[in-house]
């Protein structure tokens, strides 16, 4: 991790709540909040990025029901049975009621926050159109109109820092809001909230001993990585077929993130890449056959194989530490940040194949 000098402005952009799923009970964002009770740590936004949160949502839920009534004819059949089983596979999502509901949410942790506003609509157009026109950041590998919101944006938190003779950290992933950083600021870029979080814990005057105790049970903690991580359902996405035998062969832990220090526990966030094989079944089309009565595709072969994929992901980890017993530290939990099934490509298909 790069040394940087603290200071205690950040600006979240979109692609980190994104990131974490528009969770506001998210570890990472819950921990920024426990943080803020004992840092002063000043949370900043804007306009734009509470509308363009709110847009992202909309389209979101939107996008849920249309999926969900899609779904309902799939499941049709379920209609004949019993209601108390099965109804409500069929209850309707109140659109309306779910954004209402968001909204309320996204208010309510930027309160939390204390979230400031930053004005970006008050200084001249003319520095963004500049921009546009000479190609530079947001605009630099072209001129696309989308990058307009962003160029406001950081153009706005650029002027309140010169009027308040500031920096701030801009928290995102984005091209355009990275190119438009630099390591003397006054915009400094970092990657996610862990790892601003984790500059001011490795303050802490037992950050060093955590890490070195965590170390010391890395082994359990691949351990544990590889047991939740082999429990998960694994599909083909380019094929009908099935997914067996998942096998963990290595795993690297790529960053350690510590998100809050307490007492007697500590939570951190690992980035981990793992490498695994898998064994596949799915059915030869040099081999298939077409059903012209019931209007399947039969095969009468299979494919089977084994194949070495590559996943990285994120583990929220808890821990007990005791500066004044460390005997006492153990791995408490390992949980992945987000659980999801896992999507395999066969490697059937070369890239310029195109799957009708």
Known sequence: MQ???????????????EKHGYCFDHPTLTALVEMQ????????????????IKSRVKEKILGASRAKKRLNKELKILRTLDESDYGYFFNKIDVEKAINDFENKLKAYLHETS????????????????????????FKEGKNKYEFPDAFMIEGVHNWCKENDEKIYMISSDKAIIGSCSENGPLISLKSVEEFLSIINFENEHSSEILELFNKHIGEVHNKVSDEFTSRGFFLEDQD????????????????????????????????????????????YDTAVFDN????????????????????TLYTIKLFYDPDNIDLFKIVSIDPTEISDIGIDSEEYDDDYDLK
């Open 3 to 17: 040394n940087k000098s603290i200071n205690k402005n950040i600006f979240i952009d979109t692609c980190i709540f």
């Open 37 to 52: 009770k004992k840092v002063p740590i000043s949370v900043y936004t804007t306009d734009i990025i509470i509308r363009e």
């Open 115 to 138: 979230s400031k506003e930053i004005d970006v609509y008050s200084f001249s157009s003319k520095i963004v159109f500049d921009q546009y026109f000479a190609h530079q950041h947001p």
């Open 241 to 284: 077929g099935d997914v067996e035998d998942i096998d963990v062969k290595t795993i690297n832990i790529e960053e350690i993130y510590i998100l809050s220090i307490s007492s007697i526990n500590v939570i951190i966030e690992a980035e981990i890449e793992l490498d695994y094989s898998a064994f596949l079944t799915y059915g030869n």
């Open 293 to 312: 009565e019931d209007g399947l595709v039969m095969f009468l072969e299979n494919v089977e194989k084994t194949v070495e994929k590559s996943y990285r």
